[in-house]
């Protein structure tokens, strides 16, 4: 069977650390899950172009084009990866909004895996405080590991903590994905029930 693994990138810049997180942290989810026999596909939704339709559904309640497409790729995903850069020690208005526009069920059961950026590694609380809390809100299942990247974090060709927490962080995902039980909470979708990570490692 196929996953589908939907990573969700809020970067402003071209190019953009946060795309280069979240590019980092797919492919290492991917090669989890290949190795535990599970083919995957990746879909990318980059949330910088999509900036005036979301503002437009904010206004209008109604997603199309584009932004129709990058809701139904979250939807239907067995897992998310969800990155945003950060601004006054928070998440980026671009991430709360696209997560705005989504229904409040569409995530439930999800094993989602949450990152951040930013400049200094003063904001790495921002996973913990801010953004963990909006995916508990929608019911997502969010993996221990959060990843953080400051700058600096970018500077070293060589293996290092970030490395080490993006592979941990990949791994806890793969096992969510490939030990929970299935269930379909809403719209005759699949998702994946919440379990105690314990048990989900000892399934897998």
């Not at 105690?196 to 897998?204: G, Q, S, T």
Request: charge should be negative; hydrophobic fraction near 50%.
């Amino acid at each position: 069977m196929t996953r589908h693994l939907a990573v969700v990138s809020a970067g402003l810049g071209n190019p953009s650390s946060t795309r280069l997180l979240a590019d980092r942290l797919s492919a290492a989810a991917a090669r989890a899950l290949e190795a535990l026999g599970e083919p995957i596909v990746v879909d990318v939704v980059e949330l910088r172009p999509l900036a005036h339709a979301l503002a437009d559904n904010m206004l209008t309640g109604f997603a199309a084009g584009e932004l129709a497409e990058a809701v139904a790729q979250v939807r239907r995903a067995d897992a998310l990866i969800a990155v945003t850069p950060v601004f006054s020690a928070s998440y980026s208005g671009l991430f709360k909004s696209f997560f705005d526009v989504l229904d409040p069920e569409s995530l439930t059961g999800t094993p989602v895996l949450v990152a951040a950026t930013a400049g200094t590694a003063r904001h790495s609380l921002v996973l913990d405080h801010a953004v963990r809390p909006l995916f508990s809100y929608l019911r997502a299942v969010v993996v221990p590991t959060g990843v953080f990247a400051a700058t600096e974090d970018f500077g070293s060709t060589a293996a290092g903590p970030l490395d080490e927490r993006i592979e941990r962080a990949a791994s806890e995902l793969a096992a969510l994905v490939t030990g929970a039980a299935r269930t379909r909470p809403h719209g005759g979708e699949d998702r994946l029930e919440s379990l105690p990570f314990e048990e989900l490692l000892r399934r897998a």
